[in-house]
């Protein structure tokens, strides 16, 4: 029962975390966007385009290298090559980040006034370049961590980062919001830069006091090939993913350049640029914290079953993951689209935010599954299709936006986004279904859900209507308290319970056969 029990409180203290985490977030988006407006944070929004383009690639290989190359020297008996090379991935994060940084302030202002068409962004951009070479180097102790398997360091730095972040910003922005959009955007992105760089001093204080205990007085010893392994694991991750975020950079450029020649109004083209990506996505995204834990804890097991070659046990799995997920994602997307008005009236008084609600809701299990299917494929070895499906995703997504956007505005980036999370959900079942050796079952993990929402829904609802409620607070509370037990009540009746008792079963198996065995 030991097993049982870590399995089920490290799925709290993830989903606790996490959740704490994005409320804290939401919080600070919240706040945000009620000081600079929804233009503010269409700035907002551009200004990281470039910016995660450089996060990108400061931290996405180093991050890689350092867990595939720890894990792999951790076992080795000569600890002094295990602190050699981590040594020689940290001086390569730092390089990375160095460069990084360079390119960012130096060219801060040509991006900002030709590549994002707002040259008010550029001083941003500067202020957040001397992060990056610390964002590097605390990827880097981060895929050190992960390869030793503790979480702790991470989630204390995460949590300390949020803290000072929001604090700053609460501190900093009334003293300069009369200064205009511009410097109160760089106000918030020097709370980030700070946050940055004390998150990043505090997971090298961790590494360091790791590192001397695990290590003491071994001497560092670089192996021969070291060069050839790091840059053989970090050459392929940031030509990936570096191309995939300049995809990425490029749509988010493009889609504020096509509502100005629609609109003819920049002002009004950040402005909704920035109450969809800034303001209404992480609303939709925000429930997404919930199914972390069935990432991080299940899809180990897959990867387990697949190299191991137990089909049974691996068709269970990926069944379970994919109810989950679509069970969670049909309630909130659905949650959101009934009350996506009320929701951006409490939020964020605006009601232009529920109408972005109301029309993406409807796709959240989409979006959903195309993220836990490219979970579970990166389980099953299939980066390399992932990476694949990415970029004709990317590439759709730029033509359409190029051919729509023009002539409809925003509603042709809402067909976008429809479009893309449906072909992309698609694409990776029917790839799971290919390597797994499975056959999805549509209408126990996707219709029935659906059906069932429905029915909830109608229930809750005509409750509302039977009392006579219809206050936005009183309507999202008790017809979503309503509705959701019915749901939930209606998916243990009807398969859900039954998965349930089958995974605590497995997981009680597993830790009778780990005593026997001790």
């Known amino acids: 029962m030991g097993r049982v029990h870590t399995y089920f409180k490290n799925a709290v203290i993830l989903t606790v975390t996490g959740l704490a985490l994005r409320a804290a977030g ?10 600079i407006g929804a233009e503010g944070m269409g700035l907002y929004q551009l200004i990281f385009t470039i910016y995660s383009l450089c996060i990108t690639f400061a931290t996405s290989g180093v991050s890689v290298a350092a867990t595939r190359l720890a894990a792999e020297e951790l076992t080795q008996p000569d600890m002094g090559r295990a602190k050699g090379v981590m040594r020689r991935v940290m001086q390569l994060a730092f390089a990375f980040g160095s460069v990084a940084a360079v390119v960012q302030f130096v060219f801060a202002y040509p991006a900002a006034r030709y590549w994002l068409g707002d040259a008010r962004a550029a001083i941003s951009l500067q202020i957040l370049a001397p992060c990056l070479p610390f964002m590097a180097l605390a990827a880097a102790t981060r895929g050190y961590f992960f390869a030793r398997r503790q979480v702790g360091p991470n989630t204390r730095s995460q949590i300390y980062e949020q803290i000072l972040r929001i604090g700053f910003v609460m501190w900093i922005v009334p003293k300069v919001l009369d200064w205009g959009v511009e410097y109160t955007c760089a106000a918030v992105l020097l709370g980030d830069t700070i946050s940055e760089i004390v998150s990043a001093l505090f997971m090298l204080h961790y590494y360091k006091r790791d590192t001397k205990k695990l290590f003491a007085s071994v001497t560092a010893t670089v192996p021969q090939n070291t060069t050839a392994r790091l840059f053989k694991i970090v050459a392929p991750v940031e030509g990936g993913r570096c191309l995939d975020s300049a995809l990425h950079t490029v749509e988010n450029t493009l889609v504020p350049a096509c509502l100005l020649t629609f609109l003819g109004s920049r002002e009004e083209s950040l402005a909704q640029f920035g109450a969809l990506k800034g303001m209404a996505m992480p609303i939709l995204l925000f429930p997404f914290s919930f199914l972390n834990p069935l990432a991080t804890l299940l899809l180990p097991e897959v990867t387990e079953a697949h190299i191991l070659g137990r089909q049974k046990s ?6 379970r993951i994919m109810l989950f997920t679509n069970t969670f994602s049909v309630l909130a997307g659905g949650l959101i689209a009934i009350y996506a008005y009320p929701l951006g009236r409490l939020i964020y008084h605006d009601e232009s935010i529920g109408f972005y609600l109301a029309v993406l809701a409807p796709v959240l299990p989409g979006m959903y599954l195309d993220a836990m299917g490219d979970a579970v494929l990166k389980g099953l070895g299939e980066e390399v299709a992932t990476f694949r499906y990415s970029i004709w995703d990317s590439t759709l997504r730029i033509v359409l936006v ?22 992309s959900a698609f694409l990776n079942i029917f790839r799971i279904e290919k390597v797994a050796n499975i056959k999805t079952q549509w209408y126990r993990w996707i219709i029935q859900p659906m059906l ?11 409750t509302l209507r039977m009392l006579h409620i219809t206050g936005d607070w009183q309507r999202l509370l008790l017809g979503g308290t309503i509705s959701t037990l019915l749901y939930c009540l209606f998916m243990l009746r009807c398969g859900l319970g039954d998965a349930l ?12 056969q780990n005593t026997v065995v001790h």
């Open 402 to 423: 190029l051919l729509l956007m023009p002539r409809m505005g925003m509603k042709g980036f809402l067909f976008v986004m429809l479009c893309s999370n449906v072909i």
């Open 26 to 35: 939401m919080f600070f988006r919240v706040y945000i966007a009620g000081r």
């Open 501 to 512: 008792q089958s995974m605590l079963h497995h997981k009680r198996k597993d830790a009778e």
């Open 452 to 462: 069932l929402f429905g029915v909830a829904a109608v229930l809750g609802e005509g």
């Open 314 to 319: 691996l068709e269970k799995l990926v069944g």
